[in-house]
């Protein structure tokens, strides 16, 4: 193999999933010119903010060589305890009747920590029982779902959707900031903070590194002096609490919230983090390819809605895709073995 296309190949393995996204935009803007356009972008930031949140959560616990399906009913959890607390004083069907209206930051913490309290029993139950993440995981998020259910059929809600919400609430979901003739919603600002934060925790802390040093070899990061324990607490934490802000967006964006809000939702985080490159044995990811893979997503979801592909096309597509990236994983897993 001569040296040129072995950095062909080197390129292509280090930036595949910026060369998809590419590949997409130009191909989808081939067959539609108006797709490529400012507006358009904006769209999809916006709609694929929250899910850019929940896949970062994912990350960390994937390159521990964990797994988390508990994310989407956490995000439900979330949004059902936040939009409880934020109807307006005279909605007629209010969930606490008698409750008056609270500042808006105690439901959304409150919200939050009900994320990061399901986060941590994952951890417990992980590092200290040493039950397989995936049995852990699969456990809590049906508890999770029973005990949102159990909130959410309280008299005098009774199963009813939550709407009514205060817009000091639904701006943070719906509100944008002017810059010129250009509108950047929050949600997009929110979620580019949060991975701003993301990638200081992975590269810059030694929470950061010991993440990747229990993904690498948990054996050898136990031998180098590595507390295991403690770090998976602090990552699975740190995860339900992202899945906790998420659903707390996501109630705000639409404005109420029901149980069955994030259904599903681990699955596409999971997708996101593989098909931007975090490997499914541990100990690799960054969150630039985490923020690239929800984008591919997004532009697909977006992108092939825009030209009319149909959606079974469409399913096949993101199938084929979340196929190749985990192939591609497996081929560099057995290479570096």
Not at 194 to 219: D, E, H, P, S
Request: charge should be positive.
């Amino acid at each position: 193999m001569n040296v040129s296309v072995k950095r062909v190949n080197a390129f292509l393995t280090d930036y595949a999933i910026y060369v998809v996204l590419a590949v997409l935009i130009i191909g989808i803007t081939l067959t539609n010119p108006s797709f490529l356009s400012l507006s358009t972008l904006t769209n999809i930031l916006h709609q694929n903010s929250t899910k850019a949140i929940i896949a970062l959560g994912a990350a960390f616990v994937l390159i521990t060589g964990g797994v988390d399906l508990s994310a989407g009913r956490v995000v439900g959890l979330s949004a059902v305890v936040s939009a409880s607390m934020v109807q307006l004083s005279n909605y007629p069907q209010k969930f606490f009747p008698h409750l008056g209206e609270v500042w808006v930051i105690f439901p959304v913490l409150l919200a939050i920590l009900a994320g990061l309290i399901v986060g941590l029993i994952n951890g417990l139950i992980i590092s200290k029982l040493h039950v397989p993440p995936f049995i852990t995981t699969l456990g809590t998020m049906v508890i999770v779902l029973g005990v949102n259910s159990l909130y959410f059929d309280m008299p005098p809600n009774n199963s009813q959707p939550i709407g009514g919400l205060r817009e000091s609430f639904t701006k943070w979901g719906s509100g944008t900031i002017e810059i010129g003739a250009f509108s950047l919603p929050y949600l997009v600002i929110i979620a580019i903070v949060v991975a701003i934060i993301c990638w200081v925790i992975f590269n810059k802390t030694r929470l950061g590194k010991n993440m990747y040093a229990i993904g690498g070899n948990v054996q050898a990061a136990h031998v180098s002096g590595i507390n295991v324990s403690r770090n998976l607490l602090w990552i699975y934490s740190i995860a339900g609490g992202l899945y906790g802000l998420a659903g707390v967006l996501e109630a705000a964006k639409s404005g109420g919230a029901s149980n069955g809000y994030g259904n599903m939702y681990e699955l596409d985080a999971i997708a996101a983090c593989v098909v931007g490159g975090v490997s499914t044995t541990g100990g690799i990811g960054t969150v630039p390819g985490v923020m690239a893979g929800v984008m591919i997503f997004g532009v697909i979801n977006y992108g092939l809605t825009y030209i009319g592909v149909n959606p079974n096309w469409q399913l096949i597509i993101k199938g084929l895709i979340i196929v190749s990236a985990v192939a591609f994983d497996v081929r560099k897993y057995l290479a570096k073995k």
